[in-house]
């Protein structure tokens, strides 16, 4: 079975600051790839997502991620964070079995 | 287009009794899944299905069950709650590429108390 680690359980960022949010996985087949968001008080939103093709993938309100297969790895990042910016973030994986496996997510706390 | 639906939004429960959660996808979705959030658990997967019939189950007791309607619209079961089924209860609908996890849509989900 395929799980998702996120290393990083919370991360405190002052605005202006870069964001990079490490996502590892286990699976060694072809997978499908999600970073997901969740703003306080909202449900989750999908920010960006790689199927195949070109492995840096742009999402929305400026963020990005890079699939390095050969590091099993999805990591997602943003140039300079603003204090909207402010949710818990999952990164997930869908490996065929019709379900995703989430990581356990990263709080990223943004201060003005 | 209208989001995903879910309903209750909140509830109550004693240990010992049972609940059912409602779940509308959205227009046109075939597949809905379900998913369990808790603090130290994250997300975790509890069955998905598609016209009906369920194709996968995450590592759950009997006691959490699930259908599917012919409308797409799906309901899970929980029986003889217990403190630890506290969560908030997440469906998720999708379009269904070809045996491809594709984009799902989440909603609000129902926050489940157990007392």
């Known amino acids: 079975a395929q799980s998702v680690s996120q290393h990083n359980h919370h991360v405190i960022l002052s605005e202006a600051a870069s964001l990079e949010l490490g996502c590892n996985y286990s699976?060694?087949?072809?997978?499908?790839l999600f970073w997901y968001v969740q703003y306080p008080g909202q449900h989750l939103q999908l920010l960006l997502k790689?199927?195949?093709?070109?492995?840096l993938v742009k999402g929305i309100k400026g963020f990005e991620a890079e699939f390095i297969k050969s590091k099993f790895s999805f990591n997602l990042r943003k140039p300079s964070v603003q204090w909207s910016d402010t949710a818990e973030y999952f990164c997930a994986v869908g490996a065929g079995s019709y379900q995703l496996t989430f990581g356990k997510g990263t709080k990223l706390s943004v201060i003005p | 287009k209208a989001g995903v639906t879910q309903t209750p939004r909140y509830l109550i429960k004693t240990r010992g009794q049972q609940v059912t959660l409602s779940c509308s996808p959205i227009?046109?979705?075939?597949?809905v899944s379900w998913y369990q959030q808790t603090p130290g658990q994250g997300l975790q997967f509890l069955f998905e299905y598609f016209s009906e019939t369920q194709r996968n189950k995450g590592n759950f007791p009997g006691r959490f069950s699930g259908r599917q309607f012919s409308n797409s619209r799906s309901e899970m079961n929980v029986s003889t709650l217990e403190l630890g089924d506290s969560a908030l209860y997440l469906c998720?609908?999708?379009?269904?590429?070809?045996?491809?996890?594709?984009?799902?849509?989440f909603g609000p989900g129902t926050r489940l108390t157990v007392t």
């Open positions: 227009s046109g979705h075939r597949s």
């Open positions: 790689y199927f195949s093709g070109d492995p």
């Open positions: 699976y060694g087949g072809t997978v499908n």
């Open positions: 998720a609908s999708s379009l269904d590429p070809a045996g491809e996890v594709g984009e799902q849509y």
